[in-house]
């Protein structure tokens, strides 16, 4: 045992798993499919057709994405599970026991799980990992998305128009804010140092990209950065130490291994993993695994996650949020149907959190050639109409949760929000605090 573990009883508990380091063999979960979804009297194989998915997701996503949506993952537990509580029906910090996250910010996830600022881009992200150039991505860049933004027409009927209380939360930036408890992560992450606070941040070891280094800065929720360039499988180093991009090289780590080390990160400032819950995922033609801990507050996750990349000589990176989460009391909140009808109050200013399921599957176009113009569009004749297309959207089910509202001063509040879900599978995401409790005014 190390000290992290001695910390951690779960994690002394996986250490002890005769199952740790085991990994589903190739096809397992297509084998699991199969026999799920065919008649238990015909032959496994040929009654119900299984997609390769290794192929789909190739043929689907771009190889940046699930780097850049990283957050988005669900945790896959193999043959020889060691998901604690996950079949007995108890409390279990991995993933599926909390409701997804709601967010207020704008920009939606193609994947519906992550919404708002928890993902980001991960240090391994390489050089030659650009995003998509000139084709159908680029070039639907100068019209309106066709979907989810701009101008909407909502409809709904059913909602309920009871009003009440819900809790609210904070991040308590300042208790975290410290020397010591910045130091104790750099060494759980292996940084040599002191924290130091230096030009509006708390930092650790060198910043010229020589060693590790781990930036904390003095945000509403303390967010912290790490970074190891000697490790980077994505770094490779050709003539006069100049560094450009290569084909990373390595074995995958397990995700309890990824999983483990996310969970003493958070033990090392004196965090309890138990109010955490964790997420991993690896991707065609990786190297690295990802690990997610996503804060969990009256059975929902929060919009700010921990993340981190594992590679098989140790964490490459990893980013979060140090600031505890404490309570602010209860507050006013309007009824479902008063918060449906903010969606089309422009001082709400709805936005879409989750893309509908069509638009899910728009991606898997942008894989065709583009073909470069030959000329410009048509010169439009007189009289002809002027195009405004509306989005009729029918709101289906409303769910009251919490989300992160950024607040003037830098300060991060966990407020009561509605995520209104439309027939085709979107939803969107307005605050649910009475007006009575939002202060309008600008400076």
């Not at 940046?64 to 079949?87: E, F, N, Q, R």
Request: net charge negative; hydrophobic share 40%.
């Amino acid at each position: 045992m190390n000290d992290d573990n001695e910390l951690d009883p779960v994690a002394r508990l996986r250490a002890a798993d005769p199952a740790v380091g085991v990994e589903p063999h190739p096809g397992f979960a297509d084998e699991v499919i199969a026999r799920a979804t065919s008649d238990s009297t015909a032959d496994p194989v040929t009654a119900a057709p299984v997609a390769d998915l290794a192929s789909e997701r190739a043929r689907r996503r771009p190889r940046w994405l699930p780097i850049a949506a990283v957050a988005a993952s669900i945790a896959i537990i193999g043959a020889a599970g060691y998901g604690l509580g996950a079949s007995t029906g108890g409390a279990t910090n991995l993933a599926g026991g909390a409701a997804a996250p709601i967010s207020l910010q704008t920009g939606a996830n193609q994947e519906g799980a992550v919404q708002g600022g928890a993902a980001v881009p991960s240090a391994g992200f390489g050089a030659d990992q650009k995003m998509a150039g000139p084709g159908p991505v680029a070039d639907s860049m100068m019209m309106p998305y066709p979907y989810g933004f701009g101008r909407n027409d909502f409809t709904s009927s059913g909602l309920a128009t009871t009003e009440g209380t819900a809790l609210a939360y904070t991040y308590d930036a300042r208790a975290a804010s410290n020397a010591e408890t910045v130091t104790a992560l750099a060494a759980a992450l292996g940084v040599d140092g002191t924290a130091e606070l230096k030009d509006g941040s708390w930092i650790v070891g060198p910043q010229d990209g020589t060693a590790p280094y781990l930036s904390v800065s003095l945000d509403g929720t303390l967010g912290f950065s790490y970074s190891n360039p000697l490790i980077n499988p994505w770094n490779c180093v050709e003539g006069a130490d100049v560094a450009v991009p290569c084909e990373p090289t390595g074995e995958i780590p397990s995700e309890a291994a990824a999983i483990d080390a996310l969970r003493s990160l958070i033990v090392s400032v004196g965090r309890d993993p138990g109010s955490f819950e964790f997420t991993s995922e690896t991707w065609e033609g990786a190297v690295t695994r990802m690990a997610q801990a996503w804060p969990v507050v009256d059975g929902q996750r929060i919009d700010q996650a921990w993340s981190l990349e594992l590679t098989d000589a140790g964490v490459s990176s990893a980013y979060g949020t140090l600031a505890p989460i404490v309570g602010l009391g209860e507050y006013a909140v309007v009824s479902e149907q008063e918060g449906f009808e903010r969606l089309s109050d422009p001082r709400f200013g709805a936005q879409m959190t989750i893309m509908p399921l069509a638009m899910r599957e728009q991606p898997a176009a942008t894989t065709e050639e583009w073909v470069p113009p030959t000329e410009p569009p048509a010169t439009p004749t007189e009289g002809s109409s002027i195009s405004w297309p509306v989005n009729d959207v029918e709101i289906v089910s409303a769910r009251l949760g919490l989300a992160s509202q950024w607040q003037p001063d830098g300060s991060v509040l966990i407020v009561p929000a509605y995520e209104f879900t439309d027939a085709d599978g979107g939803a969107w995401s307005v605050i649910a605090v009475a007006d009575s409790m939002l202060d309008f005014e600008t400076d």
